[in-house]
């Protein structure tokens, strides 16, 4: 049965995300993983800053995946740790370029694998479009 789907419409790792306490309780995870390929191109860094420092007030550790282009959602090492992630969370704000990096990907499948198995799937800013029709 797939897992929790969260579309979180901006604001991520602040207060006003206090929901994402309910979503760790359902993932039982260990670490949160989170992809900043929707910002590749504005400074996806602070972004693994900010849900590291959101995470750790949560008592759960998080880390950053640098899958920021095609080549890096065609890693099979890439892949293998999103398989692996019980919460995973994209950030980011261009759908399209989220869009253009994951579409028919190794990460992509391992994504949607680990969701269908009962990970958590979060998904932040302008990038949770993708995963609606017609994106």
């Known amino acids: 049965m797939a897992g929790p789907l969260a579309l979180v419409g901006g604001g991520e790792f602040t207060d006003g995300c206090s929901f994402d306490a309910s979503l760790l309780e359902a993932s039982g995870a260990s670490e ?12 996806p860094d602070r972004l693994v800053e900010a849900a590291v420092g959101w995470f750790d007030r949560l008592g759960v550790p998080a880390r950053g995946l640098p899958v920021l282009a095609r080549p890096d959602a065609g890693s099979s090492d890439h892949a293998t740790a ?9 950030v ?44």
């Open 32 to 43: 949160v993983l989170v992809l900043p390929t929707g910002a590749a191109y504005e400074h």
């Open 82 to 90: 999103v398989a692996e992630s019980r919460f995973t969370y994209l």
């Open 92 to 135: 980011g704000g261009s759908p399209m370029h989220l869009r253009s990096v994951l579409k028919d990907s190794r990460a992509w499948d391992a994504l949607v694998a680990a969701y269908r198995a009962g990970g958590v799937l979060a998904v932040s800013d302008a990038g949770a479009s993708v995963l609606c029709n017609p994106m």
